[in-house]
């Protein structure tokens, strides 16, 4: 990035940051936090629902297309 | 680490979601508002005593807070998805530093979630698409993503496979060569969905199109950029802030 220090590109990172032990809970339990996160912005009240009603759907409704989901 | 890097994401997306919030806003309504009145000119007038359709949330919420919510969300959930990938593949499928294996992870996320979609079941405005077909639409749209986000994973393995051998240029042309063939046969095998009617406002579509893009664009580019940086920083061990460092010593 900074041309002023080419020295620093050079480096690499040889050994993973993050065990894969301590990645697994994280990915189930956060996993499936941030998916229901984008369920609901996505899809709830549309295709299928979780709450009853359409006040999540119509709440989230212009996010829902702006970002692309199916939606109408 | 995995705590620090998932903390560090999702504030990243949380900036990432206001940031599209205030694009979706100020860009963004200008079509979903020409939309919705092309639709109601169209639409035959109330009955008079007849049934009012039940406003749930008002107009102005939507825009507004609504609106808001939905980004912030989307976005912090898809900051907190790039940490994760991150989190495994840094230092084992990519050896890059960490703000390029970022970069390279938002770039595929974009590409599998965001372009390849678009080019199948394009966004519409609302007004525009049918409510009976809602089921299908939305289910074939997310089986598209998840056949892209396999593809992704397999031009990257493709790559790195030859990458010894042909060298890196050459392996990530043929990792993009097989990701466009696979698209390609996903694209002709699953069904068409047309929601457009006839004689609906094109530029309208193309202004929404665009917006669309825009949003998620502003989303995966300051993930990208963010937590490019916050994470190198985490995972380097390196202040936030760089402290000012004393100048070398210059010998007169
Ligand atoms: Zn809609």
């Known amino acids: ?72 | 680490m995995m705590r620090t890097l998932l903390v560090r994401g999702m504030l990243v997306g949380l900036v990432a979601g206001v940031l599209a919030f205030l694009w979706a806003h100020f860009v963004g309504e200008h079509p979903v508002r020409a939309a919705i009145a092309v639709e109601e000119a169209a639409a035959p007038p109330p009955v008079p005593g007849g049934p009012v359709e039940e406003e749930v949330v008002g107009r102005g919420t939507q825009e507004g807070l609504g609106l808001l919510l939905g980004t912030t969300i989307f976005a912090v959930a898809i900051g907190g998805f790039v940490a994760l990938v991150l989190a495994i593949v840094q230092g084992r499928a990519s050896t890059l530093r960490v703000r390029a294996t970022v970069a390279a992870v938002c770039g595929l996320g974009f590409l599998a979630t965001v372009i390849v979609p678009f080019t199948k079941y394009p966004a519409n405005p609302p007004a525009v698409g049918s409510g009976d077909t809602i089921d299908e639409r939305t289910g074939w749209f997310f089986v598209l993503v998840i056949i892209a986000l396999v593809g992704v994973v397999a031009a990257v393995r493709l790559g790195r496979q030859l990458h010894a051998r042909w060298g890196a240029g050459n392996a990530i042309f043929a990792a993009g060569v097989l990701f466009v063939l696979l698209m390609a046969v996903a694209h002709v095998a699953l069904p068409n969905e047309n929601e457009v009617r006839a004689g609906f406002p094109p530029q309208i579509l193309w202004d929404f199109r665009l917006a669309n893009l825009g949003t998620q664009a502003i989303v995966w580019t300051t993930v990208a950029f963010g937590f490019g940086i916050a994470a190198e920083h985490a995972v380097e061990g390196r202040p936030l802030r760089p402290r000012a460092r004393p100048l070398p010593q210059t010998v007169a």
């Open chain 1, 1 to 72: 990035m900074s041309s002023t220090t080419p020295t620093v590109d050079v480096e690499r990172t040889p050994v993973p940051p993050v065990s894969l032990r301590e990645i697994l809970p994280y990915w189930v339990f956060a996993g499936v936090v941030l998916m229901f996160g984008i369920y609901f912005v996505g899809a709830e009240e549309g295709a299928t629902a979780v709450f009853s009603g359409s006040a999540v759907h119509e709440l989230v409704h212009d996010a829902r297309h702006l970002l692309g989901f199916p939606c109408h």
